[in-house]
């Protein structure tokens, strides 16, 4: 039962070798090998999307991946997201200004997936925020504050 | 003084943790030396557990135990505290921290595996053997309710748990006497919770202190502490239960689980500390849900559509267990009749066990199945008289003259049902204003002619929030001047931080943001109850005031003898107390603090208590009532069943508003959380063989964002008398007219097809089920 490789990646800029077992999930690996814990388990099944991380740029949910097919991957948490002085990103600053989170659970997996999204739609439509993060799930604020978030951080990033 | 902060909109002070993911929820807490534990849980339905086999289990390296009821020693062998005791309770079936020897339902847990880790505790637990002898089962709530069922515990009598009633009035004699009586049966089920963090427990026992001290995500560390006390018969002081950041609670993780007692009964026997996170599955199989109502409902009325009378039996389906009371039960029930002013009520409600999953209050508890009738009710009294939606809520409603309104009925300790203040006509104006309603008529028409069906809701609802006792408060005036506010209870997301450091900022002209707020920590010496029923705004909320308001006072009496000025000549700007209009003759709150403190030799100013400090409690006699109307529009499309929800509209009145984008937040999620039990949310279990066959986020289907309308908002404040600040709750104000909502919307929608809504959820299937009925006889 304990197979185990070594694996390479870089999270948040930082480079880390680790051995780890195969059947360890990339958000285990995050949340627990590398006390990263950010990065929430919601679901487990892939559904929830509150583990959602950046894997080479692209969000990707990290409780129906191993840590291991990681190895040699750029990763991305929420804790990468503000800049290292702690100004927040924008859509973390916008999260907090239109009331995009209530409980803060599904709130990385949240901004992870509307990051990414915005890295490549940079002027979407509600429609699109609305399609973009359809695959999160939010029990607490109903979405709204979610959206409105979003297309003021597309605005703002726009802008910047 | 600068601005008031109560009733501004003020950013979440709980914010910038949680956004660059530096909250600290449960299962982020690491502890020394700790151990992980997975449940083999039962996959019958009911059965006898006739042996377990542990042996292969135990040999998995990393597995430090494999524990059955027998060995959590003579103090486990009896079943869990019942939370809310009730002489109406005839059969207390509360569950087994694991089981003994029946199981009642899929997922009760049986064995506990301890490992190393989560990886290997769960290998164990599938290599746990456990022999099973079947029973038959119960888990069609209405053959269960019957005499003859067969029973969900072995050995009982009946599946009745309780029947509990409530009645004022005489409307046995309004039904005989009225002009018109409608009878109308409706079928309810409300799924489950399904916060994003499931529950999850840490456990540690310092044997030098004999101290136990858990970290659940709950909503409730004081009742949880209460519980386990009572269970594992200690003092209360010797066990501290925190409630960490939780990540949603919406009424399941207000109650006590197997697994904290397990979790505590672990750590103490192993000497290590223990941590049990709830996976998705097992929140499917194990936190409590709301499920099947059935309920008979007869309503009379007079032609002008005002009703006389509402007779109505229930059939409540409980699952298995009862670790609640009835508290649910209760809580559908009492609220009737809503907002309006009926003379005569008698409903009877028949608790029924079925071997489903244990049930407990899920956002709005009772209310929304209550609200659910009330609101039918009033669109069939609108159906059969051919009357107007609104006219009829109109001719029914407590009028704004009438408050405080007593409806009538009385609480089971004496007190009367009293509606403290508010305008619910006027509400419901603001809502048909803001949707147009009146012009909806046009609207269809013009669909019609492309073929489209849509249909617009109404619906109405008042609700008991800021429930009593009391939740208390601390507030106090640190010797560096900040100021802290300390509270047992405890948030999973409200924003509780942020409205008590606005409620507090208000008495000494601070910024919120420095306002240094603890919460739900049974180590918080200001009692708490529980985040529950829409209750700690109203409840906490004046508690802190009042707390604020006397450590204010107690300044400004300090400041008069250190600035030789008399109280009424000062006041308080940014922190610092000086003489009106003199802001140089001045000393800062710090500075009044460190005078309180302990200093050696220096004796306390004469006539002053140690601390600028003060702890208060709120501790009304009532809850207060909020209110408001919705107005949903849907679109059905008839040849799949599917409905589109095109509008939502609210008006809502929760009183004075101390931060109305939190309130948004609130209404707005609640909402949503209506709209899945109406469209969506399906807790199914298959008849033939008791199982659950909705565990997963495919087969069960949450209100993804593409599914959810724009929603609009509009706030009345109609202050209650009752509370200093006037406030009211808002957490469930959403919930409970929402389901009603989109069911009246849905069915106006299919108005000329004649279908009628009594039920929901509203699945595709069940919609063109409904809409052929009607098609075929045509």
Redesign the interface.
Same mark, same amino acid.
């Given at each position: 039962m304990s197979d185990r490789r070594t694996i390479e990646v870089t999270v948040n800029g930082v480079r880390h070798t680790r051995e780890v077992e195969t059947r360890l999930t990339l958000g285990d690996f995050l949340r627990h090998e590398l006390g990263l814990t950010g990065t929430h388990i919601g679901c487990e099944h892939g559904v929830c999307g509150a583990c959602t991380i950046h894997l080479d740029g692209a969000a990707a949910r990290s409780c129906i991946l191993f840590a291991v097919q990681a190895h040699g991957c750029e990763i991305t948490t929420v804790e990468g997201l503000a800049k290292s002085d702690g100004t927040l990103h924008a859509v973390q600053q916008a999260f907090r200004d239109h009331h995009g989170l209530q409980c803060g659970f599904c709130t990385p997996g949240m901004q992870m997936t509307i990051t990414a999204f915005l890295a490549e739609n940079s002027s979407p439509s509600e429609k699109e925020v609305r399609e973009a993060i359809s695959g999160n799930l939010c029990r607490c604020t109903g979405y709204q504050g979610i959206v409105a978030a979003a297309l003021d951080a597309a605005q703002k990033l726009r802008g910047a | 003084m600068g601005a008031r902060n109560v009733g501004a909109v003020v950013?979440?002070v &709980?914010?910038?943790?949680?956004?660059? $993911?530096?909250?600290?929820?449960t299962?982020?807490i690491v502890l020394p030396g700790m151990l992980e534990m997975a449940f083999v849980r039962s996959s019958e339905a009911h059965a006898v557990v006739k042996s377990l086999d542990t042996s292969a289990a135990r040999a998995v390296p990393g597995v430090v135990a494999v524990w059955t009821i027998a060995d959590l020693g003579a103090i486990a062998q009896k079943p869990m505290v019942q939370s809310y005791p009730s002489p109406a309770i005839k059969q207390n079936f509360t569950q087994h921290p694991l089981a003994k020897d029946e199981v009642c339902y899929v997922g009760e847990a049986i064995a506990v595996v301890i490992a190393q880790?989560r990886?290997i505790a769960e290998?164990a637990a599938h290599l746990v053997t456990v022999d099973y002898e079947s029973l038959p089962h119960a888990i069609d709530v209405r053959e269960a309710a019957r005499a003859d069922a067969i029973p969900a515990h072995r050995g009982a009598q009946s599946n009745i748990a309780a029947t509990v009633a409530w009645k004022f009035g005489d409307a046995a004699g309004a039904i005989a006497r009225a002009p018109h009586v409608i009878r109308e049966t409706y079928r309810q089920h409300r799924g489950a919770p399904?916060? #994003? &963090?499931?529950r999850g427990v840490i456990a540690q026992h310092e044997p030098a202190a004999d101290q136990l001290t858990l970290w659940s995500s709950t909503q409730s560390p004081f009742l949880v502490r209460r519980y386990l006390a009572q269970y594992l018969e200690r003092e209360e002081a010797g066990i501290r239960v925190i409630a960490p950041?939780? $990540?949603?609670g *919406?009424g399941p993780k207000a109650g006590h689980y197997p697994e904290e007692l397990v979790a505590a009964l672990v750590a103490m026997k192993l000497g290590r500390p223990v941590k049990w996170i709830e996976?998705?599955r097992e929140h499917f199989l194990t936190t409590t849900q709301q499920r099947d109502q059935w309920w008979d409902v007869e309503v009379a009325c007079e032609p002008n559509g005002k009703v006389l009378a509402l007779r109505a039996k229930c059939i409540h389906d409980n699952g298995a267990y009862l670790p609640y009371g009835l508290l649910l039960c209760m809580t559908s029930i009492v609220p009737f009749p809503g907002p309006y002013a009926i003379p005569a009520v008698e409903v009877t409600l028949d608790c029924v066990f079925t071997n489903a999953v244990p049930t407990s209050p899920i956002r709005g508890a009772g209310r929304p199945c209550a609200a659910f009738i009330m609101e039918r009710t009033m669109d069939s009294v609108a159906r059969t008289l051919g009357l107007d939606r609104a006219d009829v809520r109109r001719a029914n409603f407590v009028r704004r003259d009438q408050f405080p309104y007593e409806t009538g009925g009385r609480l089971p300790t004496g007190v009367t049902i009293q509606y403290d203040s508010g305008d619910y006509a006027a509400c419901l104006d603001m809502v048909m204003k803001s949707s147009a309603y009146t012009a909806f008529e046009a609207k269809r028409a013009q669909a019609a002619k492309s073929g489209r069906w849509i249909g617009m809701g109404i619906a109405s609802y008042n609700e008991d929030t800021g429930l009593p006792p009391y939740e208390g408060a601390t507030v106090k005036v640190l010797p560096s001047g900040r100021i802290s506010v300390e509270l047992g209870s405890c948030s /999973?997301? /409200? $924003?509780l931080e942020t409205i008590v450091a606005q409620i507090a900022a208000d008495q000494f002209d601070v910024d919120p943001e420095k306002v240094i707020v603890k919460t739900g920590d049974t180590a918080i010496s200001a009692i708490a109850l529980s985040t529950v029923g829409s209750r700690v705004a109203a409840t906490a909320g004046p508690s802190v005031h009042l707390a604020a308001t006397q450590v204010r006072d107690k300044a400004l009496r300090l400041a008069a003898l250190q600035l030789e000025a008399a109280e009424q000549d000062l006041e308080i700007t940014r922190g610092a107390v000086h003489i009106k209009g003199v802001a140089e003759r001045k000393v800062t709150l710090g500075e009044l603090a460190k005078r309180l403190v302990s200093n050696v030799n220096v004796p306390l100013p004469n006539g002053f208590t140690p601390g600028l400090e003060a702890t208060a409690y709120h501790t009304p006699e009532r809850p207060v009532y909020a209110n408001g109307s919705n107005v949903a529009q849907a679109e059905v499309d008839i040849e799949t069943g599917a409905v589109t929800l095109l509008d939502y509209r609210v008006a809502h009145d929760c009183g004075t508003l101390i931060n109305p984008?939190?309130v948004?937040?609130q209404i707005? !999620? !609640?909402?949503?959380?209506g709209i899945g039990n109406a469209l969506y949310e399906h807790m199914k279990y298959d008849p033939d063989s008791g199982q659950p066959v909705t565990t997963? *986020? !495919?087969d069960y289907l949450?209100? #993804?964002?593409?599914e959810?309308p724009?929603?609009r908002l509009e706030h009345m404040e109609s202050p209650s008398p009752l509370n200093p600040l006037g406030v009211k709750g808002a957490g469930e104000g !959403?919930t409970i007219p929402g389901i009603a909502c989109i069911v009246s919307a849905v069915e106006d929608a299919l108005k000329p097809l004649g279908v009628k809504l009594n039920e929901y959820p509203l699945s595709p299937e069940r919609l063109l089920e409904l809409i052929d009925e009607k098609r075929s006889a045509k």
């Open positions: - | 950013k979440r &709980e914010d910038p943790r949680f956004v660059t $993911g530096h909250g600290r929820y299962d982020d880790n990886y290998d399904h916060s #994003i &963090e499931g950041d939780v $990540g949603g *919406f996976d998705r /999973q997301g /409200q $924003g984008m939190l948004e937040g707005v !999620g !609640g909402v949503v959380h997963n *986020f !495919g949450l209100p #993804i964002a593409t959810i724009p929603i !959403g």
